[in-house]
């Protein structure tokens, strides 16, 4: 019999669970987030390794979910000292990298930026001829100061020519040791915003580094040294760890996706909202074919503008932890918490601090701590204090719903008995089993997956052509993150034609998923 481990790690808790190479449910934890993220992953491990009484060298699989790239953008630390290379002057000189950026962000990864010229054509057609003598100038500054440099050329998800030369001079000049981020593997369609993705890419190698090798040391620790390793993206899927180390922003929001994708999985359902409560934030998404629902708008992340792919939630302050202030008439819920400290500060644990748990066994809600401990709070004041905790997540259920049927609502994480059987808005309430550790779960029966974005002229491809071409990069794609060949199939195909563009284009985005290649 082999086996998988999955760890989610979130901002109050760190889950892991172990499932049989039949899905079977072997052992599950919940533990505190440490300070240092790897503690709290070694110590899930560990429990739960002793709770299943397995031998390590069954572990063939490791999968990890985190927000530690996530953090780093958020607390501007750990990251990667950057130089930035754009490829599109004269035409792009008016907006230099780094527009709109917040300077504190700024200044931690800048080392310098340079626009040169060069790029295409929507069509393949050469703006330019690249400047390659600035190219390897810049980079002989650059030599010795930067980590990672970032490329981004104009059009280049269409034609990818200069952003792999540019890279090759710069290696020469830069010498081992240095990552390149090429913006035509990250971002989509649209310069500024796909600079920024690949930007932040590249600041986050060092932070994904350090992510992997303590993972891996975390694994090492309890005994499980070969297990093939696994890191969640925000679409839902897994990448190998190597193919997170090239691509760590694809990290970022995937903890919510997995929780999505766990409440799939223990439910079978395909199409739903998932209402996923933590300790500090409730998060919603929704299923759409098994997956999370791709948001349509700009990403800002850590105050950047960017377009890679991002999941489409809506989170807002309520968690097992949130505070609750002026109980009566003008009650404040949240949206700081208490978070990880709930077991110390909530008033049933015997602590002195108003927490929304305390609310929702006041209320008769939930069943936990010392229900004795609340019951001096008065009815009227705690019933008004639960009835605004759950306005707060109709409201955002409206939010997110597309029309005004009413639709099932899967419930998960810790903090889900916070909430009630029945609300406005859903058709039924569903609690699935395990619910509390479904992030876990989520990353641990993910699949594999590769996507791809580019625009076709249809006049120079022919409509099968450009189809069959996008198709076979995103089976590729796929194949590179750790995709079985052999299980890859193509789940979502869009097509856009693109009216102001000449030439009969069209913009194709086409997705393909497969099981973890063993």
Same mark, same amino acid.
């Given at each position: 019999?082999?086996?998988? &481990?999955? &760890? ?14 039949? %899905?079977?449910?072997?052992?599950? =934890? ?50 990667? @000292? ?43 057609? !050469? ?8 190219? *390897?100038?810049?980079?002989? /500054? ?33 010498? $081992? ?43 090492? $620790? ?6 093939? &390793? ?15 180390? !090239? ?6 929001? %995937? ?7 766990? +409440?799939?999985?223990? #439910? ?11 300790? #500090? ?40 932890? #949130? @505070? ?66 759950? /306005? ?9 719903? =597309? ?24 058709? !039924? ?11 876990? &779960?989520?990353?641990?029966? +993910? ?15 022919? *409509? ?12 590729? $794609? ?36 497969? /099981?973890?290649?063993?």
């Amino acid at each position: 019999m082999t086996y998988r &481990i999955g &760890i989610d790690v979130g901002g109050t808790h760190t889950d892991a669970v172990i499932l049989d190479q039949n %899905s079977n449910m072997v052992a599950k =934890t919940k533990s505190a987030t440490t300070p240092d993220i790897g503690t709290g992953i070694q110590k899930a491990i560990a429990a739960c390794m002793q709770q299943s009484g397995i031998d390590p060298a069954q572990v063939t699989h490791a999968m990890l979910g985190t927000t530690h790239c996530t953090n780093a953008i958020v607390e501007r630390h750990g990251l990667s @000292r950057i130089g930035v290379v754009r490829i599109g002057a004269p035409a792009t000189l008016a907006i230099p990298p780094f527009t709109g950026w917040p300077d504190d962000l700024k200044n931690t990864v800048f080392v310098g930026s340079v626009i040169v010229s060069g790029g295409h054509e929507f069509d393949g057609q !050469r703006i330019a001829a690249l400047d390659e003598a600035e190219i *390897r100038r810049a980079g002989r /500054e650059w030599k010795g100061k930067v980590a990672a440099v970032a490329i981004t050329a104009v059009n280049s998800p269409v034609d990818t020519e200069d952003e792999l030369r540019a890279k090759e001079i710069l290696a020469e000049e830069l010498g $081992e040791g240095v990552h390149f981020s090429l913006s035509y593997e990250i971002g989509s369609i649209g310069l500024l915003e796909r600079e920024n993705a690949t930007i932040l890419n590249a600041s986050l190698v060092e932070a994904a580094k350090r992510m992997v090798d303590g993972f891996e040391s975390s694994l090492a $620790e309890n005994g499980i040294e070969h297990a093939q &390793i696994f890191l969640s993206q925000n679409d839902g899927t897994l990448m190998r760890s190597s193919y997170a180390l !090239r691509f760590p922003v694809l990290t970022i929001a %995937s903890g919510p996706t997995n929780s999505i994708r766990g +409440a799939s999985y223990l #439910t079978n359902e395909q199409n739903a909202l998932v209402i996923d409560v933590g300790g #500090t934030t409730t998060d919603i998404g929704v299923l759409v074919q098994g997956f999370p629902r791709e948001s349509s708008l700009v990403a800002e992340i850590g105050g950047v503008r960017t377009n890679f792919r991002m999941p489409d939630l809506l989170s807002f302050g309520l968690g097992g932890g #949130t @505070r609750i202030r002026e109980l009566g008439k003008d009650v404040q819920v949240g949206p700081d918490s208490v978070g990880y400290q709930l077991p110390q500060k909530g008033l049933i644990f015997g602590g002195d601090t108003l927490t929304a748990t305390d609310i929702a066994v006041a209320a008769g809600q939930a069943s936990l701590g010392d229900a004795a401990k609340v019951d001096h709070l008065p009815k009227q004041d705690v019933d008004a204090a639960y009835k605004r905790m759950i /306005e707060l997540v109709e409201e955002a259920i409206d939010k997110m719903k =597309t029309s005004a049927d009413p639709v099932p609502a899967i419930l998960v994480g810790g903090g889900s008995i916070l909430l009630p059987d029945e609300m406005a808005g859903v058709s !039924r309430v569903i609690r699935p089993a395990n619910f509390d550790v479904a992030n876990a &779960i989520g990353v641990t029966i +993910a699949q594999v997956s590769g996507q791809i974005e580019k625009i076709y002229s249809l006049t120079d491809w022919g *409509r099968d052509n450009a189809l069959a071409d996008a198709k076979e990069t995103a089976i590729r $794609e796929a194949v590179a993150a750790g995709a079985g060949e052999q299980s890859v199939e193509i789940v979502d195909v869009e097509e856009v034609p693109l009216a102001y563009l000449p030439g009969n284009a069209v913009r194709i985005r086409v997705k393909a998923v497969g /099981e973890l290649s063993v």
